[in-house]
């Protein structure tokens, strides 16, 4: 089931850019659909997210039925707050972008794309192909790193507003 979930998600990746593109090739663009466009997204990879807490989850109760329900309940709880830290990302990289090469704005700025997201999908899924014991460390990883992220790019906007120009 997880697979198909990717697959899904593989080919809404694909349509969202074809319909980007062709919005741009066709002086379609708005207001209104770069702001659909990026709600939509963002609901997305929070479900994607979420989704991977639920088999992180599941994956926990089957190879560890004497501690399944306590594993099985960290796995869901990171998917959450993962989901949670990527809805925040999203909107601290959407409208505080780092505006000066000063401090984490570079890094920011350089982490302000899906590639990282791309990356921790791939890695699920490896987990899902033999590792699964790793798939909660996952989580994990993800939970932290984007709500790192947020957190980061305030402090950045905080720091950037309260040094002269």
């Known amino acids: 089931l997880a697979g198909l979930g990717l697959l899904l998600y593989a080919t809404s990746v ?4 074809a319909d980007g593109d062709l919005a741009r ?6 207001t209104l659909g770069e702001r659909l466009d990026f709600a939509c997204d963002t609901v997305v990879h929070a479900a ?15 190879w560890r039925p ?15 707050l993962a ?14 972008p780092p505006r000066r090469d000063v401090g984490l704005g570079p890094l920011l700025r350089g982490l302000g794309n899906r590639d990282l997201f791309y990356a921790m ?8 192909g033999g590792a699964r014991r790793s798939l909660p460390w996952a989580m ?5 790193g984007s709500q790192a992220y947020w957190l980061a790019g305030v402090s950045q906007r905080l720091r950037e507003r309260s040094e002269p120009t």
């Open 14 to 17: 694909v349509i969202d850019h």
């Open 25 to 30: 090739l066709t002086f379609q663009e708005s």
């Open 48 to 62: 994607v997210v979420l989704a991977m807490g639920a088999t992180a989850r599941r994956e926990a109760a089957l």
């Open 66 to 80: 004497a501690t399944a329900r306590r594993e099985a309940g960290v796995g869901a709880r990171l998917g959450a």
């Open 83 to 96: 989901a949670a830290g990527v809805v925040l990302s999203a909107v601290v990289a959407r409208f505080l």
């Open 121 to 128: 999908l791939a890695a699920f899924a490896s987990g899902l």
């Open 140 to 144: 994990g990883v993800l939970a932290v």
